[in-house]
T-cell receptor, first 113, second 113 residues
Framework: EAQVTQNPRYLITVTGKKLTVTCSQNMNHEYMSWYRQDPGLGLRQIYYSMNVEVTDKGDVPEGYKVSRKEKRNFPLILESPSPNQTSLYFC????????????FGQGTRLTVV | GDSVTQMEGPVTLSEEAFLTINCTYTATGYPSLFWYVQYPGEGLQLLLKATKADDKGSNKGFEATYRKETTSFHLEKGSVQVSDSAVYFCALGKIGGYQKVTFGTGTKLQVIP
């Protein structure tokens, strides 16, 4: 089954403790991205990757890092989480090209206390 | 920059009522337009899309027409069901080598029996 898998689904952590949210897709898509969803703000793009070893900042990259060492994986790293990073996070993938659909993971709800 | 504005919710309707969720956009060039749906506890799924002016996207009884003259992409359904209760996101995608998607803030729809 074609899917985007995120882990964990729920995470509660303390300020400053490094964490990684994993994302994996089995569709051989070139393009992957991370979004955060906050009430009243919709989804905002954090980082994206056009292919292996090619990443770039989205609209709200501060406090986040990503890596793309393999085509299928695109982890999101919070080196020193802060309470303002409490949010619902989504990973998405799509093939490159014009007007292609994005496929989303089920989301990771992160709480930083 | 690019932006999407959609009507604020929540929208509460009785089963079999007519649904309209308004969406307008600002973008340079010729974006593609999308409606995504998010059911409780799940990620986003593409509901329908339109890639050029006057195109009509349709799926599961939902429709939206790409109106360049009014920069709008309103979502409509003739008869909603309880199972349509979800959050609906209007989005635009820039034509190019990858999918850069800008989302609206989302409109929550609740359909009551």
């Amino acid at each position: 089954e074609a899917q985007v898998t995120q882990n964990p689904r729920y995470l509660i952590t303390v300020t400053g403790k490094k964490l990684t949210v994993t994302c994996s897709q089995n569709m051989n898509h070139e393009y992957m991205s991370w979004y955060r969803q906050d009430p009243g703000l919709g989804l905002r793009q954090i980082y994206y990757s056009m292919n292996v070893e090619v990443t770039d900042k989205g609209d709200v990259p501060e406090g986040y890092k990503v890596s793309r060492k393999e085509k299928r994986n695109f982890p999101l790293i919070l080196e020193s989480p802060s309470p303002n990073q409490t949010s619902l996070y989504f990973c998405a993938s799509s093939p490159t090209g014009v007007n292609t659909e994005a496929f989303f993971g089920q989301g990771t709800r992160l709480t930083v206390v | 920059g690019d932006s999407v504005t959609q009507m604020e919710g929540p929208v509460t309707l009785s089963e079999e009522a007519f649904l309209t969720i308004n969406c307008t956009y600002t973008a340079t060039g010729y974006p593609s337009l999308f409606w995504y749906v998010q059911y409780p506890g799940e990620g986003l799924q593409l509901l329908l899309k339109a890639t050029k002016a006057d195109d009509k996207g349709s799926n599961k009884g939902f429709e939206a027409t790409y109106r360049k003259e009014t920069t709008s992409f309103h979502l409509e359904k003739g008869s909603v069901q309880v199972s349509d209760s979800a959050v609906y996101f209007c989005a635009l995608g820039k034509i190019g080598g990858y999918q850069k998607v800008t989302f609206g803030t989302g409109t929550k729809l609740q359909v009551i029996p």
